[in-house]
């Protein structure tokens, strides 16, 4: 096992993070956020679960 770089040990800097209610979810970003590969049929399924439920449809995803 290898030891940890000084990069891996320091904490990410605030301007790298982001919780994603800066800018609105897409179809794809909702598919990968339930760790399954985009599919068209998959996105497609996102994308009217968004229109149907708007953000909360992420929210039902991600704790």
Do not use: C, N, W, Y
Request: hydrophobic share 30%; charged share 30%; glycine share 4%.
């Amino acid at each position: 096992m290898t030891e940890p770089t000084d990069s891996d040990s320091r904490p990410t800097p605030d301007h790298l993070l982001h919780t994603g209610a800066e800018h609105p979810v897409d179809p794809e970003d909702m598919v990968m956020a339930s760790g399954r590969t985009p599919t068209p049929e998959l996105i497609e399924k996102a994308r009217r679960d968004l229109e149907e439920h708007g953000a909360a449809a992420v929210e039902r995803l991600l704790p």
